[in-house]
Protein backbone atom coordinates (compact mmCIF):
# COMPACT_ATOMS: atom_id res chain seq x y z
CA UNK A 1 0.00 0.00 0.00
CA UNK A 2 2.89 2.22 -0.11
CA UNK A 3 3.32 2.68 -3.93
CA UNK A 4 -0.69 3.22 -3.31
CA UNK A 5 -1.74 6.89 -5.04
CA UNK A 6 -3.96 8.88 -2.88
CA UNK A 7 -4.45 11.52 -5.48
CA UNK A 8 -8.15 11.18 -5.54
CA UNK A 9 -8.90 9.61 -2.12
CA UNK A 10 -9.74 13.25 -1.02
CA UNK A 11 -9.38 17.01 -1.90
CA UNK A 12 -6.73 17.20 1.68
CA UNK A 13 -4.15 14.99 0.53
CA UNK A 14 -2.29 17.41 -1.19
CA UNK A 15 -0.20 20.56 -0.25
CA UNK A 16 -1.17 23.51 -0.22
CA UNK A 17 -1.56 26.36 -3.29
CA UNK A 18 1.45 28.64 -3.88
CA UNK A 19 -0.54 31.55 -3.38
CA UNK A 20 -1.29 30.11 0.42
CA UNK A 21 2.50 29.44 1.17
CA UNK A 22 3.61 32.73 -0.34
CA UNK A 23 1.61 34.77 2.23
CA UNK A 24 2.94 32.81 4.69
CA UNK A 25 6.10 33.46 3.80
CA UNK A 26 5.87 37.40 4.00
CA UNK A 27 3.84 36.70 7.01
CA UNK A 28 7.23 35.14 8.59
CA UNK A 29 9.08 38.60 8.74
CA UNK A 30 9.11 40.47 11.94
CA UNK A 31 7.31 40.37 14.87
CA UNK A 32 3.46 39.95 15.73
CA UNK A 33 1.27 40.46 18.71
CA UNK A 34 -0.04 36.66 19.37
CA UNK A 35 -3.49 35.41 19.64
CA UNK A 36 -5.47 37.24 16.73
CA UNK A 37 -4.36 40.77 18.20
CA UNK A 38 -1.79 40.85 15.13
CA UNK A 39 -1.79 43.31 12.11
CA UNK A 40 -2.05 39.99 9.50
CA UNK A 41 -5.00 38.49 11.16
CA UNK A 42 -6.65 42.12 10.78
CA UNK A 43 -6.01 42.37 7.64
CA UNK A 44 -7.08 38.30 6.69
CA UNK A 45 -10.31 39.38 8.69
CA UNK A 46 -10.40 42.83 6.38
CA UNK A 47 -11.17 40.80 3.09
CA UNK A 48 -13.44 38.16 4.28
CA UNK A 49 -15.50 41.06 5.07
CA UNK A 50 -14.72 42.58 1.72
CA UNK A 51 -15.28 39.17 0.15
CA UNK A 52 -18.94 38.54 1.58
CA UNK A 53 -19.71 42.25 1.96
CA UNK A 54 -20.31 42.77 5.55
CA UNK A 55 -19.05 43.93 8.76
CA UNK A 56 -18.61 40.94 10.61
CA UNK A 57 -15.89 39.69 13.55
CA UNK A 58 -13.48 36.88 11.78
CA UNK A 59 -11.54 34.34 13.70
CA UNK A 60 -9.41 31.32 12.14
CA UNK A 61 -8.62 28.00 13.50
CA UNK A 62 -6.75 25.09 12.59
CA UNK A 63 -9.45 22.49 12.43
CA UNK A 64 -13.03 22.76 10.16
CA UNK A 65 -13.95 20.34 13.13
CA UNK A 66 -13.06 22.63 15.82
CA UNK A 67 -14.85 25.25 13.58
CA UNK A 68 -17.93 23.62 13.47
CA UNK A 69 -18.07 22.28 16.70
CA UNK A 70 -17.68 25.80 18.11
CA UNK A 71 -20.11 27.39 15.86
CA UNK A 72 -22.95 24.58 17.51
CA UNK A 73 -21.78 25.52 20.73
CA UNK A 74 -22.26 28.92 20.46
CA UNK A 75 -25.95 28.09 18.67
CA UNK A 76 -27.02 25.72 21.11
CA UNK A 77 -27.26 25.43 24.85
CA UNK A 78 -26.13 21.65 26.09
CA UNK A 79 -30.05 20.41 27.06
CA UNK A 80 -31.09 21.51 22.98
CA UNK A 81 -29.79 19.90 19.60
CA UNK A 82 -28.90 20.83 16.08
CA UNK A 83 -30.69 19.55 12.93
CA UNK A 84 -28.27 18.52 10.06
CA UNK A 85 -28.29 16.46 7.17
CA UNK A 86 -28.23 12.69 8.55
CA UNK A 87 -25.14 12.60 6.46
CA UNK A 88 -23.12 15.70 7.19
CA UNK A 89 -19.62 15.76 8.47
CA UNK A 90 -20.64 17.28 12.02
CA UNK A 91 -23.19 14.03 12.44
CA UNK A 92 -20.68 11.29 10.90
CA UNK A 93 -17.33 12.40 10.68
CA UNK A 94 -16.65 14.22 13.96
CA UNK A 95 -16.66 11.98 16.50
CA UNK A 96 -19.05 13.55 18.49
CA UNK A 97 -17.14 17.11 18.94
CA UNK A 98 -19.99 18.77 18.56
CA UNK A 99 -21.58 17.67 22.13
CA UNK A 100 -18.13 17.76 23.53
CA UNK A 101 -17.61 21.59 22.85
CA UNK A 102 -21.35 22.02 23.18
CA UNK A 103 -21.29 20.17 27.06
CA UNK A 104 -24.04 17.75 25.78
CA UNK A 105 -25.47 19.38 22.69
CA UNK A 106 -27.15 16.78 20.60
CA UNK A 107 -27.61 15.86 16.72
CA UNK A 108 -31.12 15.37 14.80
CA UNK A 109 -30.75 13.89 11.69
CA UNK A 110 -32.74 14.77 8.73
CA UNK A 111 -33.11 12.72 5.30
CA UNK A 112 -32.42 14.38 1.57
CA UNK A 113 -31.25 13.48 -1.36
CA UNK A 114 -27.98 13.40 -2.37
CA UNK A 115 -26.71 15.41 0.90
CA UNK A 116 -29.39 18.36 0.74
CA UNK A 117 -31.81 18.08 3.59
CA UNK A 118 -35.44 17.74 2.42
CA UNK A 119 -37.90 20.99 3.30
CA UNK A 120 -40.43 18.80 4.60
CA UNK A 121 -38.30 16.49 6.73
CA UNK A 122 -37.04 20.31 7.94
CA UNK A 123 -40.77 21.59 8.67
CA UNK A 124 -41.73 18.26 10.38
CA UNK A 125 -38.55 18.81 12.61
CA UNK A 126 -39.19 21.79 13.50
CA UNK A 127 -42.93 21.61 14.52
CA UNK A 128 -42.39 19.21 16.67
CA UNK A 129 -43.49 20.39 20.11
CA UNK A 130 -41.07 20.95 23.13
CA UNK A 131 -40.80 18.22 26.00
CA UNK A 132 -38.58 17.88 28.45
CA UNK A 133 -37.31 14.47 28.14
CA UNK A 134 -36.30 15.56 24.66
CA UNK A 135 -33.19 17.75 23.24
CA UNK A 136 -35.48 20.33 21.38
CA UNK A 137 -33.88 22.01 18.33
CA UNK A 138 -32.68 24.95 18.64
CA UNK A 139 -30.18 25.38 15.77
CA UNK A 140 -29.45 24.48 11.70
CA UNK A 141 -26.69 23.25 10.57
CA UNK A 142 -26.29 23.30 6.34
CA UNK A 143 -23.44 22.26 4.22
CA UNK A 144 -22.20 23.47 0.80
CA UNK A 145 -21.16 22.22 -1.25
CA UNK A 146 -22.40 18.96 0.18
CA UNK A 147 -20.75 15.69 1.41
CA UNK A 148 -22.01 14.09 -2.16
CA UNK A 149 -20.75 17.35 -4.21
CA UNK A 150 -23.86 18.52 -5.00
CA UNK A 151 -24.70 22.36 -4.55
CA UNK A 152 -27.46 23.95 -2.85
CA UNK A 153 -28.42 27.24 -5.46
CA UNK A 154 -28.58 30.62 -3.29
CA UNK A 155 -32.55 30.51 -3.08
CA UNK A 156 -32.82 26.79 -1.92
CA UNK A 157 -30.28 27.21 0.89
CA UNK A 158 -31.91 30.82 1.77
CA UNK A 159 -35.24 29.01 2.18
CA UNK A 160 -33.76 26.20 5.12
CA UNK A 161 -32.39 29.30 6.99
CA UNK A 162 -35.16 30.84 6.57
CA UNK A 163 -37.24 27.99 8.32
CA UNK A 164 -35.10 28.03 11.23
CA UNK A 165 -34.88 31.53 11.71
CA UNK A 166 -38.90 31.54 11.67
CA UNK A 167 -38.85 29.75 14.99
CA UNK A 168 -36.08 31.60 16.05
CA UNK A 169 -33.54 29.04 15.52
CA UNK A 170 -29.51 29.86 14.79
CA UNK A 171 -27.97 28.61 11.64
CA UNK A 172 -24.54 27.17 10.67
CA UNK A 173 -23.04 27.46 7.85
CA UNK A 174 -20.44 24.37 7.29
CA UNK A 175 -18.34 25.83 4.17
CA UNK A 176 -15.64 23.07 4.27
CA UNK A 177 -15.95 23.07 0.58
CA UNK A 178 -17.74 26.64 0.01
CA UNK A 179 -14.97 27.60 -2.41
CA UNK A 180 -16.32 24.43 -4.53
CA UNK A 181 -20.40 25.57 -4.48
CA UNK A 182 -19.13 29.64 -5.18
CA UNK A 183 -17.04 28.42 -8.49
CA UNK A 184 -20.13 26.55 -9.03
CA UNK A 185 -22.47 29.47 -8.97
CA UNK A 186 -23.49 30.08 -5.30
CA UNK A 187 -23.63 33.53 -4.41
CA UNK A 188 -21.35 33.71 -1.97
CA UNK A 189 -22.47 37.78 -0.95
CA UNK A 190 -25.86 36.29 -0.69
CA UNK A 191 -24.67 34.39 2.78
CA UNK A 192 -25.25 36.98 5.58
CA UNK A 193 -28.90 38.21 3.96
CA UNK A 194 -29.62 34.68 4.27
CA UNK A 195 -30.00 34.68 8.27
CA UNK A 196 -26.55 32.21 8.80
CA UNK A 197 -25.20 33.52 11.99
CA UNK A 198 -21.87 31.76 11.79
CA UNK A 199 -20.09 31.04 8.37
CA UNK A 200 -17.46 28.47 8.22
CA UNK A 201 -15.18 29.45 5.01
CA UNK A 202 -13.51 26.36 4.45
CA UNK A 203 -9.75 27.08 4.21
CA UNK A 204 -7.92 23.57 4.55
CA UNK A 205 -9.84 21.42 1.13
CA UNK A 206 -9.70 24.59 -0.66
CA UNK A 207 -5.87 24.50 -0.81
CA UNK A 208 -5.21 25.97 2.50
CA UNK A 209 -2.25 25.26 4.74
CA UNK A 210 -4.42 23.99 8.00
CA UNK A 211 -6.88 27.06 8.57
CA UNK A 212 -10.79 27.53 8.54
CA UNK A 213 -12.37 31.28 8.68
CA UNK A 214 -15.15 31.45 11.41
CA UNK A 215 -17.04 34.52 10.77
CA UNK A 216 -19.45 35.51 12.76
CA UNK A 217 -22.68 37.14 10.92
CA UNK A 218 -24.24 37.69 13.95
CA UNK A 219 -22.26 39.90 15.90
CA UNK A 220 -24.42 39.84 19.32
CA UNK A 221 -22.56 36.07 19.23
CA UNK A 222 -18.86 38.09 19.60
CA UNK A 223 -18.61 39.05 23.30
CA UNK A 224 -16.47 36.22 24.48
CA UNK A 225 -15.86 34.11 21.47
CA UNK A 226 -12.13 35.09 21.52
CA UNK A 227 -12.41 32.48 25.23
CA UNK A 228 -14.65 30.14 24.07
CA UNK A 229 -11.49 29.85 21.18
CA UNK A 230 -8.98 29.64 24.13
CA UNK A 231 -11.17 27.54 26.32
CA UNK A 232 -11.40 24.97 23.06
CA UNK A 233 -7.58 25.29 22.43
CA UNK A 234 -8.08 27.09 19.30
CA UNK A 235 -6.68 30.32 20.40
CA UNK A 236 -3.53 29.80 19.23
CA UNK A 237 -0.67 32.39 20.01
CA UNK A 238 1.02 32.90 16.43
CA UNK A 239 -2.33 32.96 15.23
CA UNK A 240 -0.89 35.02 11.99
CA UNK A 241 0.06 31.54 10.52
CA UNK A 242 -3.43 30.85 10.47
CA UNK A 243 -4.55 34.03 8.93
CA UNK A 244 -1.52 34.87 6.12
CA UNK A 245 -3.15 31.96 3.63
CA UNK A 246 -6.28 33.80 3.76
CA UNK A 247 -4.79 36.90 2.40
CA UNK A 248 -3.13 34.76 -0.64
CA UNK A 249 -5.94 33.08 -1.50
CA UNK A 250 -8.50 35.80 -1.37
CA UNK A 251 -6.43 38.97 -2.53
CA UNK A 252 -5.66 37.06 -6.16
CA UNK A 253 -8.81 35.28 -6.60
CA UNK A 254 -7.53 31.33 -6.26
CA UNK A 255 -9.36 30.38 -3.45
CA UNK A 256 -12.57 30.16 -6.38
CA UNK A 257 -10.56 29.71 -9.49
CA UNK A 258 -8.73 26.89 -8.07
CA UNK A 259 -11.81 25.41 -6.77
CA UNK A 260 -13.24 25.97 -10.13
CA UNK A 261 -10.33 24.19 -11.91
CA UNK A 262 -11.38 21.38 -9.26
CA UNK A 263 -14.63 21.70 -10.05
CA UNK A 264 -13.50 21.56 -14.36
CA UNK A 265 -11.43 18.16 -13.22
CA UNK A 266 -13.88 16.44 -11.37
CA UNK A 267 -16.28 16.81 -14.33
CA UNK A 268 -13.58 15.50 -17.23
CA UNK A 269 -13.40 12.45 -14.64
CA UNK A 270 -17.33 12.01 -14.95
CA UNK A 271 -16.83 11.85 -18.97
CA UNK A 272 -14.40 8.79 -18.38
CA UNK A 273 -16.06 7.38 -15.58
CA UNK A 274 -16.82 3.66 -16.65
CA UNK A 275 -19.39 2.77 -13.49
CA UNK A 276 -22.79 4.39 -12.60
CA UNK A 277 -22.42 7.45 -11.02
CA UNK A 278 -25.11 7.95 -7.93
CA UNK A 279 -25.45 11.60 -7.40
CA UNK A 280 -24.99 14.73 -9.57
CA UNK A 281 -21.39 16.13 -9.66
CA UNK A 282 -21.78 19.82 -9.09
CA UNK A 283 -18.17 20.33 -7.28
CA UNK A 284 -15.61 18.50 -6.69
CA UNK A 285 -16.44 14.77 -5.92
CA UNK A 286 -17.49 11.97 -7.74
CA UNK A 287 -19.70 8.59 -6.10
CA UNK A 288 -19.77 5.95 -8.11
CA UNK A 289 -21.22 2.54 -7.75
CA UNK A 290 -18.77 -0.01 -7.41
CA UNK A 291 -18.38 -3.38 -6.22
CA UNK A 292 -16.06 -4.74 -3.81
CA UNK A 293 -13.96 -6.83 -6.39
CA UNK A 294 -14.23 -3.60 -8.68
CA UNK A 295 -13.17 -1.72 -5.73
CA UNK A 296 -10.30 -4.46 -4.58
CA UNK A 297 -9.23 -4.18 -8.33
CA UNK A 298 -8.56 -0.26 -8.89
CA UNK A 299 -6.77 -0.50 -5.83
CA UNK A 300 -4.60 -3.26 -7.41
CA UNK A 301 -3.91 -0.83 -10.05
CA UNK A 302 -2.17 1.07 -7.31
CA UNK A 303 -5.31 3.81 -6.35
CA UNK A 304 -6.72 4.30 -3.43
CA UNK A 305 -9.97 5.55 -2.76
CA UNK A 306 -12.59 5.57 0.15
CA UNK A 307 -16.30 3.69 -0.15
CA UNK A 308 -18.58 6.17 1.37
CA UNK A 309 -21.36 6.83 4.15
CA UNK A 310 -24.05 5.36 1.49
CA UNK A 311 -21.98 2.85 -0.17
CA UNK A 312 -20.80 4.31 -2.99
CA UNK A 313 -16.96 5.05 -4.14
CA UNK A 314 -15.88 8.28 -3.55
CA UNK A 315 -13.73 10.28 -5.83
CA UNK A 316 -11.98 13.78 -5.20
CA UNK A 317 -10.46 16.26 -6.89
CA UNK A 318 -8.56 19.10 -5.51
CA UNK A 319 -6.48 22.48 -6.73
CA UNK A 320 -3.56 20.50 -7.51
CA UNK A 321 -5.55 17.41 -9.91
CA UNK A 322 -4.15 17.66 -13.33
CA UNK A 323 -5.85 16.36 -16.75
CA UNK A 324 -3.01 13.71 -16.70
CA UNK A 325 -3.86 12.40 -13.06
CA UNK A 326 -7.52 11.91 -14.24
CA UNK A 327 -6.90 10.71 -17.84
CA UNK A 328 -4.09 7.90 -15.93
CA UNK A 329 -7.31 7.10 -13.12
CA UNK A 330 -9.60 7.17 -16.09
CA UNK A 331 -7.57 4.17 -18.40
CA UNK A 332 -7.07 2.75 -14.44
CA UNK A 333 -10.82 2.35 -14.69
CA UNK A 334 -11.33 1.35 -18.01
CA UNK A 335 -9.15 -1.48 -17.50
CA UNK A 336 -10.92 -2.74 -14.20
CA UNK A 337 -15.06 -1.96 -15.26
Keep these: MSSARYDFASDNVVGAMPEAIEALVTANTGVASGYGTDHISAR ?5 RATLDVDAPVWFTASGTAANALALATLA ?38 GKIDPAALAAALAQPDVSYRQAPAALSLTNATEYGT ?22 LDGARLANAVAAGFDLKAVPGMGVDILVMGGTKAGSTPSEAVVLLNKSLAPRFDARLKHAGQLV ?11 GMLESGAWSARAAHANAMAAKLAALMPFPIRHPVEANGLFVEMDEPAL ?7 WFVYRFLDGTVRFMC ?12 GAALKRIA
Design 296 to 302: ERLRGEG
Design 151 to 172: VYGTEALAALAQQAKAKGYGVH
Design 77 to 114: QPHEAVLAHEHAHVCTDETGAPGFFGHGVGLIALPGAS
Design 318 to 329: SWATTPEMVEDL
Design 237 to 247: SKARFLAAPWI
Design 44 to 48: AGDII
